[in-house]
C-alpha cells in the first residue's frame, strides 16, 4: 500500500483571497480551481507544484474543523495526502498495524477524490489523508 | 521563479527511530538516508514519495530550533521547502515582493543542497524553505 506522491498539502488560512495572492504573485503559482466543499466547511484554492497540489483552506464558520485549528494553532500546514491507489485496502492495512482512524469508510473529498483521515494521535503528530480516484 | 516541485517537507517528531519505524513499517516507505546536521542541531531520516522527500526531523538537543518547535507545538509538519532553479533569484524576488526573509543568503542543508528560509510572518504561518543544487 505505498503510497504513490504526495497529492496534496492543506494549508489553513485566515483569508483565501489574500493567501491566492501570495501563492500567484510571490511565489509565481497559478490558482486553477476554488471549490466549496459543504462537508467540511471550507472553501478551498488549488494550486500545482510539480505533481503535488497546494490546497489553501479557509473556514466558512468560525466552528468548522479550519476554524478551530487556526484559534488553536494559527495558519500554517494543516495535513499532508498521500496519493493510494486502492484507499480500501490501505485503511484496512494501517488500522490493522495499529493506526487510529478518522474515516473508518472512504468519504468524497475536493476535486471528486475519496478521501480518509488517519488520526495525528497515530501518525507522529502529522494529519495524514488517503486519497484515491472514485473507483467506478 | 516558479518552483519547480515540493523539494521536501521537514516533520519535527521526538524520536527518529520510532517515527521510522512508522513510515517503514505502516507507510511502506523506505528510509534512504540518516544524517546529522549539527548547523541545524538535528538528526534527519530521509524517504522518497514520488519526487518529494520526507525528511524526518529530531533535536539533538532541547534548545535548537526543532526542540522548540515541539515543545511550544508539538510533532507535526514544521516546513515545505520548494525546489528553485536559482535560489540566489528566487530570494531577491521575493524579498523585493515585501517577504521577510530568515537567510538573507543561501547556507548549506542537509543532502548537498543550498538552501533557506522565508519568515513564516510573510508566508501565512507557513515555513517556506528555498533549495536548489550547488552551482559549480
Known amino acids: 500500500m505505498i503510497p504513490t506522491h504526495i497529492e496534496h498539502l492543506g494549508i489553513a488560512v485566515n483569508n483565501l483571497d489574500e493567501a491566492i495572492n501570495y501563492y500567484e504573485d510571490v511565489l509565481g503559482l497559478k490558482c486553477y480551481s476554488i471549490e466549496e466543499v459543504q ?21 466558512t464558520t468560525p466552528d468548522g474543523p479550519i476554524g478551530k485549528f487556526i484559534e488553536k494553532r494559527g495558519q500554517g500546514i494543516h495535513h499532508i495526502a498521500f496519493a493510494v491507489n486502492d484507499i480500501n485496502t490501505s485503511l484496512k492495512t494501517v488500522k490493522e498495524k495499529g493506526v487510529r482512524l478518522i ?24 494529519l495524514t489523508e488517503f486519497c484515491s480516484k472514485k473507483a467506478n
Open 39 to 59: 462537508d467540511q466547511k471550507v472553501r478551498t484554492a488549488f494550486f500545482k507544484v510539480g505533481e503535488t497540489k497546494i490546497e489553501l483552506l479557509e473556514s
Open 103 to 126: 474515516d473508518e469508510e472512504p468519504r468524497p473529498g475536493a476535486e471528486s477524490l475519496d478521501i480518509a483521515f488517519l488520526h495525528p494521535k497515530s501518525t507522529f503528530g502529522v
